[in-house]
């Protein structure tokens, strides 16, 4: 099972971003999936998340309305457009697998609940 991430790297504030998790080794078609920030002052951090389907995206208060969420089951991929990035937007972006979704929940914040993790790629958003 491998979730690879990329798109990550320096961008101004206000700028744009979009990253990109290929997933192999598991049914991604059956998977929910998330993605999750982590940076050394505020731990990990859940950011969004979308169905099976990819018919129902869900967010963070802390990016509503600024990032999309979505996925190419096609092709394996989750994707997430960032915009209007802010420098609080910086830190380390993975992707993760879960099978129950959590739509934004408390449950969201479970992380021994995601089954399969990416290792991240890093987002610097410059002031």
């Known amino acids: 099972v491998q979730l690879v991430e990329s798109g990550g790297g320096l961008v101004q504030s206000g700028g744009s971003l979009r990253l990109s998790c290929a997933a192999s080794?598991?049914?991604?078609?059956?998977?929910?999936m998330s993605w999750v920030r982590q940076t050394p002052g505020k731990g990990l951090e859940w950011v969004s998340g979308?169905?099976?389907?990819?018919?129902?995206?869900y967010y963070a208060d802390s990016v509503k309305g600024r990032f999309t969420i979505s996925r190419d089951n096609a092709k394996n991929t989750l994707y997430l457009q960032m915009n209007s990035l802010k420098p609080d937007d910086t830190a380390v972006y993975s992707c993760?697998?879960?099978?129950?979704?959590?739509?934004?929940?408390?449950?969201?914040?479970?992380?021994?609940?995601?089954?399969?993790w990416g290792q991240g790629t890093q987002v610097t958003v410059s002031s």
């Open positions: 080794g598991f049914t991604f078609s059956s998977y929910h």
């Open positions: 993760a697998a879960d099978r129950s979704g959590c739509y934004a929940g408390s449950w969201c914040y479970d992380w021994s609940a995601y089954r399969y």
């Open positions: 979308i169905d099976n389907e990819g018919s129902n995206p």
